[in-house]
């Protein structure tokens, strides 16, 4: 029962400001080491297995050498996972892309209409129609489809998804 209960404190403590309606998940591609801190030179707190998914914590750093590292919750333990044996998801589609925490805030606006999303695809479920000249909040997260196309997740007045990022310009704060 106490580990549950650390489990559960730990994953609340890692969900993102504004929480998101999607939760996206850390996939294990081989044996992956979980470190104390993002790089080699972190301490080796456990060992991930190949095919086994941990609940992403919204942080990611880049080391010295170029490799993004993503923190993550592995048995109510925060740890840093190295992108060279994992891939970012929402449990559906794969990778997604985490973007780190922006110098200021950036939201974007459409070029012209576009339809929130669920899923980051052509032809996805549509939540709901944005008209051109309308701006959405970045999230910080994006995708890039087997198909060539761009897709970034935003939030528009409370709800959240996924818009095709050909239609849109950035602006930052």
Known sequence: MKKWICWALALLMCWPAGALAQTFYVTFEGDCNLRDQAGLDGAVMAVCAAGDTAPFASQAEVDDRGVRWY????????????????????????????????????TYTLKADNALQSQPQAGGEALLSLEASQEVDNLGYFYFSADGQSWYYVRYQDQQGWINAQDTIGNMA
């Open 71 to 106: 923190l993550v919750s592995v048995d109510g333990e925060l740890g840093w996972v190295s992108s060279r044996y994992a891939t970012l998801t929402d449990g559906t589609v794969a990778p997604v892309y985490f973007q780190a925490d922006w110098e200021r805030p950036v």
